[in-house]
């Protein structure tokens, strides 16, 4: 059984009167805090007839209602886009493992649900990059070696490579932390597999973009060869508007033509929903949190942020 948020129950008048021209509005990690995402739907009075949802992925996993999560945002239709994520890329190789999952594992209400299969099939056709006329967004980040043509063309294969008949046996090659460098050279699973890992894992790299995967800390915590991806000298996608998720302890941040929008739901931080207009508008509600954070996110915990309405 669905929640169903209170803008849905509103009647027409007042939902017209709430948004008169459509609205978008990108929103950082849920991971099956389904609850939370509903209150802040209510924060921004969203109009699911008028107004687009950009979800920067991690809908699923370490919450408590990835299922409830999936089903909402896969029941808004074109209302909703979601770039895949890590933890979506996670469940979509679990739903190909022979085992069936651990109970206690928070992705299992997914992998044992009736409608599972319709779900794995919704998911793995959701995108790795989407864009508009003004705004990108991924979920992780870009090597500096990729501009929005190659950006568009690596998402591409990718995408087809997750959609196609044989899914399931690059799913089961997908993990590994090798190659760690772009090349033009890289062919096969390798160099899906870069592409999957830049779109969904990647926040440090070097100045050369080498990909860092043992460094997750706030900004100063990386060792001093290592810089965040969007501050790579000479990126070529730096006259690009990346909306982008996944970094929790680096909190929310404007910079470099970047908008980081994932701000802790799950550990107790906030939920952003960033208003895509000129200038952007931030809205933020606190959540309560259902996993206990590591030190690092502790030291980089915005401040609450009360939405403007």
């Given at each position: 059984?669905?929640?169903?948020p209170?803008?849905?129950?509103?009647?027409?008048?007042?939902?017209?009167?709430?948004?008169?021209?459509?609205?978008?509005?990108?929103?950082?990690?849920?991971?099956?805090?389904?609850?939370?995402?509903?209150?802040?739907?209510?924060?921004?009075?969203?109009?699911e007839?008028?107004?687009?949802?950009?979800?920067?992925?991690?809908?699923?996993?370490?919450?408590?209602?990835?299922?409830?999560?999936?089903?909402?945002?896969?029941?808004?239709?074109?209302?909703?886009?979601?770039v895949?994520?890590?933890?979506?890329?996670?469940?979509?190789?679990?739903?190909?493992?022979?085992?069936?999952?651990?109970?206690?594992?928070?992705?299992?209400?997914?992998?044992?649900?009736?409608?599972?299969?319709?779900?794995?099939?919704?998911?793995?056709?959701?995108?790795?990059?989407?864009?508009?006329?003004?705004?990108?967004?991924?979920?992780?980040?870009?090597?500096?070696?990729?501009?929005?043509?190659?950006?568009?063309?690596?998402?591409?294969?990718?995408?087809?490579?997750?959609?196609?008949?044989?899914y399931?046996?690059?799913?089961?090659?997908?993990?590994?932390?090798?190659?760690?460098?772009w090349?033009?050279?890289?062919?096969?699973?390798?160099?899906r597999?870069?592409?999957?890992?830049?779109?969904?894992?990647m926040?440090?790299?070097?100045?050369?973009?080498?990909?860092d995967?043992?460094?997750?800390?706030?900004?100063?915590?990386?060792?001093?060869?290592?810089?965040?991806?969007?501050?790579?000298?000479?990126?070529?996608?730096?006259?690009?508007?990346?909306?982008?998720?996944?970094?929790?302890?680096?909190?929310?941040?404007?910079?470099s033509?970047?908008?980081?929008?994932?701000?802790?739901?799950l550990?107790?931080?906030?939920?952003?929903?960033?208003?895509?207009?000129?200038?952007?508008?931030?809205?933020?509600?606190?959540?309560?949190?259902?996993?206990?954070?590591?030190?690092?996110?502790?030291?980089?915990?915005?401040?609450?942020?009360?939405?403007?309405?």
């Amino acid at each position: 059984m669905i929640l169903t948020p209170r803008f849905l129950s509103l009647p027409c008048p007042f939902q017209e009167r709430c948004t008169k021209a459509m609205s978008i509005y990108a929103i950082g990690d849920i991971q099956g805090c389904f609850d939370d995402l509903l209150r802040l739907l209510d924060t921004i009075a969203f109009n699911e007839h008028s107004d687009q949802l950009w979800f920067a992925g991690d809908l699923v996993n370490r919450g408590p209602k990835s299922l409830e999560t999936l089903r909402f945002v896969k029941s808004l239709g074109a209302a909703a886009i979601t770039v895949l994520g890590n933890h979506d890329m996670h469940l979509l190789a679990a739903s190909c493992a022979e085992k069936s999952a651990n109970k206690k594992d928070s992705l299992s209400q997914v992998l044992d649900a009736p409608d599972r299969n319709d779900l794995i099939d919704w998911l793995r056709h959701r995108p790795l990059f989407h864009f508009n006329n003004h705004f990108c967004l991924v979920h992780a980040g870009l090597p500096p070696q990729w501009d929005f043509k190659t950006t568009q063309k690596m998402a591409l294969i990718a995408e087809e490579t997750l959609r196609s008949a044989n899914y399931r046996l690059f799913l089961k090659q997908m993990y590994g932390d090798k190659p760690n460098i772009w090349s033009t050279n890289l062919k096969g699973i390798g160099k899906r597999r870069f592409i999957i890992n830049c779109f969904t894992r990647m926040r440090y790299c070097d100045a050369n973009g080498r990909l860092d995967f043992s460094n997750n800390g706030p900004l100063g915590s990386q060792p001093k060869n290592l810089m965040p991806w969007f501050d790579v000298p000479n990126r070529k996608s730096a006259d690009m508007r990346i909306i982008f998720g996944h970094w929790s302890s680096l909190g929310y941040y404007e910079g470099s033509n970047c908008y980081a929008i994932d701000t802790g739901c799950l550990w107790g931080g906030q939920l952003t929903a960033l208003k895509l207009t000129e200038p952007v508008e931030r809205f933020s509600i606190d959540c309560p949190g259902v996993k206990k954070p590591g030190k690092p996110y502790l030291l980089a915990k915005a401040p609450a942020v009360l939405p403007a309405l």
